[in-house]
C-alpha cells in the first residue's frame, strides 16, 4: 500500500469559493492541496495524486497517457479533470479511502458487505491489483473454497441481508470472482424462498436458474439429514438398524424431535447449518442413553454427507469442480 498523503484543511475549497452548492462538491477528506488531478463523480469531487493512481492502476496509467485536448479538457481551478463515467460515487470513495490508507488490511475487516462489493467492483474495472487481490483474499475468509475453513467463515455470516448477497452476487460474476461464487450462491439459496422473489429479480436469467435449481437439490438434501438422523442404513439390500437397542433408537427419534420439531419446524435443514454433531450437539451421550458407538457412527456419517454436499457445491451451481474455478 502507498504511504498515506496529509490533507491540509485550506486545501478545500470553501463554499464561496466554490461559488455554488449545486452539482459534484469537493470531499471533505478526499481532498488533497498537492493533489494534481480532480476525479468528478455525479456527487463528490476527489482531488488526489495522478502519479500514484497510475502507479497502481494501469487502466487508469492508460488513459492519463492519452491527450487531454489542451485548453479544451476540463479542469477545476487549474487542474485537470476526469470525469467518472459509469462509476458510482461510493465506488470511487471507497476505492480511494482504500488506496491512501496505509493501514488498508486491517480496514478491510471492518468493511460493510456494500462496500466490499463496490471495493471489488472498480478495483477489477480499473485493474488496481493489489487492492482487488486484499478484497478477494478478505472475501474468501467470508466465503470460503475450503471445507476446514467454514466453521471460521459461518461465524461471520449472521449480519448478513439478502439484498447485500444477492448484489455481490452480481458484481463477483461480473468480475470473475469465481472461488467466492460457490458459497455465495448457497447463501442467497437458503433464504426463505418470499425473500428469494422480492430479490432474484437483479440477477441475471442463467444466475436465476442456478439459485432456483440450487435450492431444489439443497432441499433434497435436507430431507437426506432427517432420514441419516433416524438412524437407519442399508445393509445386504435391506434397511435394518444401525444397533439392536430399541432404547438407542427411540432416544436418537426423541433428539431428532427435539432439535428439529415438526410443528415448530421453519421451512428446511440445511447442509452447512447443521452443527458438527448434528442432534447430539450439547448432548452428554453418557447420560443420553444413546450407545456410544452409535453416536459416532452417526456423527461420521454426518461429516461424510457434509463433504458429499461441500463437493457437489460447485458443480450443482456452475457446473465445475473446485479446482477447476481457478484463483482470480
Not at 452539482?23 to 463523480?41: C, E, M, R, Y
Not at 475450503?146 to 449472521?158: D, E, R, Y
Request: net charge positive; charged share 25%; with cysteine.
Amino acid at each position: 500500500m502507498p504511504p498515506k498523503r496529509r490533507r491540509t484543511s485550506e486545501g478545500v475549497p470553501s463554499t464561496r469559493q466554490r461559488g455554488t452548492t449545486s452539482g459534484p462538491q469537493p470531499h471533505d477528506k478526499l481532498w488533497f492541496d498537492d493533489g494534481s488531478i480532480v476525479l468528478a463523480t455525479d456527487v463528490h469531487l476527489y482531488r488526489v495524486h495522478k502519479g500514484m493512481l497510475a502507479k497502481y492502476s494501469k487502466v487508469l496509467s492508460d488513459i492519463f497517457e492519452i491527450p487531454t485536448g489542451g485548453a479544451k479538457a476540463e479542469r477545476w481551478e487549474d487542474i485537470p479533470m476526469v470525469r467518472m463515467v459509469g462509476d458510482k460515487d461510493d465506488e470511487v470513495s471507497v476505492l480511494l479511502k482504500s488506496l491512501y490508507d496505509r493501514n488498508f488490511r486491517d480496514t478491510l475487516k471492518g468493511f460493510k458487505m456494500p462496500e466490499l462489493s463496490s471495493l471489488l467492483s472498480i478495483s477489477t474495472k480499473y485493474d488496481f491489483d493489489d487492492i482487488r487481490a486484499d478484497v478477494m483474499q478478505h472475501l474468501i475468509s467470508i466465503f470460503p473454497n475450503k471445507f476446514k475453513k467454514l466453521g471460521a467463515s459461518k461465524m461471520l455470516w449472521k449480519p448478513m441481508y439478502a439484498s447485500q448477497l444477492f448484489d455481490l452476487l452480481v458484481v463477483a460474476h461480473r468480475c470473475e470472482a469465481h472461488l467466492i461464487l460457490p458459497i455465495l450462491y448457497y447463501l442467497c439459496a437458503i433464504f426463505p424462498i418470499d425473500t428469494i422473489i422480492e430479490e432474484i429479480h437483479i440477477l441475471p436469467k442463467e444466475c436465476t436458474k442456478r439459485v432456483l435449481r440450487g435450492r431444489d437439490w439443497l432441499c433434497a438434501l435436507s430431507q437426506e439429514i432427517i432420514k441419516r438422523s433416524l438412524q437407519a442404513s442399508k445393509i445386504g439390500g435391506k434397511q435394518s438398524p444401525i444397533c439392536r437397542s430399541s432404547y438407542c433408537l427411540e432416544k436418537f427419534r426423541e433428539q431428532l424431535e427435539k432439535k428439529y420439531p415438526v410443528t415448530h419446524r421453519q421451512g428446511f435443514i440445511f447442509i452447512f447449518d447443521v452443527p458438527d454433531h448434528g442432534i447430539l450437539e450439547g448432548l452428554n451421550i453418557e447420560q443420553s442413553g444413546i450407545c456410544s458407538g452409535c453416536a459416532s457412527s452417526y456423527i461420521n456419517r454426518l461429516t461424510d454427507h457434509k463433504l458429499f454436499a461441500w463437493d457437489k457445491l460447485p458443480v450443482v451451481f456452475l457446473g465445475k469442480k473446485w479446482e477447476e474455478l481457478g484463483r482470480k
